[in-house]
């Protein structure tokens, strides 16, 4: 009984530990440029190529030329920039929170 009510107690105090601001020393290392440029491409391209590949299978599936196809490289497009978009605005708040 003793040995679960300390492990109970240690517990508690791993958790209070966790609720305590971190000090800068263990602040999250900033992301390099090359990083970030190769994240930003991957998201460019995952967009299109998952947005080209859609509208293929439903060209194929519906006996269309290229409408489809068309029309979904661009919204993948539009999603992956959205993705930059967000991306870029979520490190701009890491640096200024720090």
Do not use: W
């Not at 967009?47 to 590949?53: H, K, L, P």
């Not at 497009?77 to 640096?95: P, S």
Request: charged share 25%; aromatic share 8%; with cysteine.
């Amino acid at each position: 009984m003793t040995e679960t009510s300390e492990k109970i107690k240690e517990l508690a105090q791993k958790i209070e530990a966790m609720k305590q601001p971190s000090s800068p020393e263990k602040a999250v290392k900033t992301v390099s440029l090359g990083a970030q440029a190769v994240r930003i491409c991957i998201d460019l391209i995952s967009g299109v190529i998952v947005g080209s590949s859609i509208g293929y299978i439903l060209d194929e599936m519906f006996d269309f030329r290229f409408i489809f196809l068309l029309i979904f490289t661009i919204f993948g497009g539009a999603a992956g920039i959205l993705n930059v978009v967000r991306y870029i605005n979520r490190n701009q708040e890491h640096k200024e929170e720090n």
